[in-house]
């Protein structure tokens, strides 16, 4: 039993993070269900570090050293569960199963605690980055027990990718489900995030006639201020890269129908039982839906629009610049909403989550990688009970600069008919936020009209009811 650590699921995620741990200089045992792939991993990369390849969950077992620590790194799901079943029993009290896949957290709580009551610890991990992010260096979310970061966080800061300022991009997140969790937030605003890049694309196309190309060339420039970061660096690529077949855009020759795996539904989900107002996630997982409703698009295709008049070309770079403006408030917005889901999430099931520290490991290596997470990081560091990452100063005047922009924008969209679903909730969460009143006490005298289910006064305390199928007076409910 010489290996540090075990891989068992090697897909390209598991492959690649095998091959981190070897290349920074821990022995990995490898164990995969269909042992050629084992086999190909030792055959390619066998001279990049020290490899341990077994066939047997016996032998995968017994090469590791104690406390053992056991990578999973497959099929999120009933695969998961099939995994466990094997090698649990095979293992010894203070082991480790480290579940790198997309659990959902709720699983992830299931097996920790069955696992608990047999001394094994279950760290559901978030893995973020892609097959690339795995090799060179993902940003890391592991949840479980405290114990269990001290024995693995070491090896998780090896391998993981740094910020800037080389801080590596993990932390341990909190008990159980916490680290799954917050993956998943992660997913949903990286979905709002893609999304929002999206509505910008159009309305850059559609309003400000621009191609694909000069649109390249927008993203390239926003890349190198605030909008700095990942998603927004690769569309420029994406929009820059001609067809081969066709000598078309390449964005033109793609069907537009968005497909999904499943974490930012769960996302929504959630927060629809938390009670959360993540609108702009929400409104990404719908855009997608809607992308792949083909034959209701195809129906709709009669439906009446606007005949905007068409814009100057000095108009139209205005336009651009307000477009980017739009883009940060509204990003800004939706990751508001994510964080208030994370702290929701860590209230409800007492994880206990520094949002500081997450915002921090989101820094490298994850999709939504972003200069301005750094921002976000301050933010919290600086004032740790914040609310609401709008209710810090330096974010609101931000926004109050870019306002009148992100206003004009989604009036433009509307007067042309594009829709902007995920730009125009954030705004739309923004101004429920800042006004000193909404209609919900509307709708609650509408609640007491038909269902007797009674409200609150503004100017005392107590409960109410107006008798409004009789003399319409008020009692005390
Ligand atoms: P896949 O999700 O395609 O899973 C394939 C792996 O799962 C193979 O090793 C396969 O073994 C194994 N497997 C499937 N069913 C079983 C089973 N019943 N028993 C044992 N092993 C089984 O691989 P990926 O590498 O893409 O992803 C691995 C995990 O990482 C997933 O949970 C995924 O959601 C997550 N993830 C993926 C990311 C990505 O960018 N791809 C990013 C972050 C997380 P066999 O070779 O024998 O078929």
């Known amino acids: 039993s010489t290996a540090q650590i075990g891989v068992t699921g090697l897909a390209v995620m598991g492959r690649n993070l095998a091959r981190n741990f070897a290349r920074n200089g821990y ?71 480290i579940d790198g896949g997309n659990a959902h957290f709720a699983d992830t709580r299931r097996r920790e605690k069955e696992l608990r009551e047999r001394g094994i610890h279950f760290v559901g991990t978030g893995v973020s980055g892609g097959e690339e992010g795995a090799l060179n260096g993902p940003s890391i979310m592991p949840g479980g027990s405290p ?94 890269h001609t067809d081969a077949d066709t000598g078309k855009p390449f964005v033109d020759i793609v069907l537009d129908q968005a497909e999904q795996k499943g974490t930012g539904r769960w996302t929504v989900q959630i927060a629809l039982d938390l009670g959360v107002p993540v609108s702009g996630i929400a409104e990404a997982v719908f855009a997608r839906a809607v992308s792949g409703h083909a034959g209701l ?89 914040l609310v609401s990452l709008l209710a810090d100063k330096g974010f609101a005047e931000e926004i109050a600069a870019a306002q009148d922009d992100w206003r004009t924008v989604l009036t433009t969209a509307v007067t042309h008919g594009v829709p902007t679903p995920a730009l125009a909730a954030t705004l739309a969460y923004y101004d429920s936020l800042r006004a000193p009143r909404l209609p919900a006490a509307l709708t609650q005298g509408q609640r007491d009209y038909f269902g007797a289910h009674t409200y609150h006064r503004t100017d005392r305390d107590g409960t109410f009811h107006t008798l409004w199928g009789g003399d319409r007076t008020e009692i005390d409910a």
């Open 147 to 240: 114990e269990s970061y001290d024995s693995l966080g070491p090896m998780l800061e090896k391998i993981s990718a740094k910020a800037k300022n080389g801080d590596p991009c993990v932390t341990h997140i909190g008990p159980d489900g916490a680290g799954h969790y917050v993956k998943m937030v992660h997913n949903g605003i990286e979905y709002a995030d893609m999304q929002l890049i999206g509505e910008a694309y159009q309305l850059l196309r559609d309003v400000a006639g621009r191609s694909p190309a000069e649109i390249a060339e927008i993203f390239r420039t926003w890349n190198t201020g605030r909008l700095d970061s990942y998603l927004i660096e690769i569309t420029a690529e994406v929009l820059a």
């Open 27 to 97: 022995t990995v045992a490898l164990h995969n269900r269909t042992n050629a792939r084992t086999r190909a991993l030792v055959e390619e990369f066998g001279d990049e570090g020290n490899f341990v390849a077994t066939e047997s969950a016996e032998d995968f077992v017994a090469a590791l050293e104690r406390p053992r620590r056991l990578v999973v790194m497959v099929k999120a799901g009933e695969p998961t569960d099939a995994v466990i079943a094997e090698f649990a029993p095979l293992l010894e009290p203070g082991d480790m199963i």
């Open 297 to 385: 698009r195809e129906a709709s295709q009669h439906l009446a629009g606007p005949s905007p008049r068409a814009m100057g070309e000095d108009e139209a770079a205005a336009f651009a610049d307000r477009v980017e403006q739009a883009l940060y408030a509204s990003k800004v917005v939706s990751y508001t909403q994510g964080f208030h889901q994370i702290a929701a999430g860590s209230e409800q099931y007492e994880w206990n989550i520094d949002l500081g520290k997450v915002a921090a490991i989101w820094r490298g290596g994850c999709i939504i990688r972003a200069a301005f997470l750094d921002r976000i990081t301050q933010a919290y560091e600086a004032q740790p009970g």
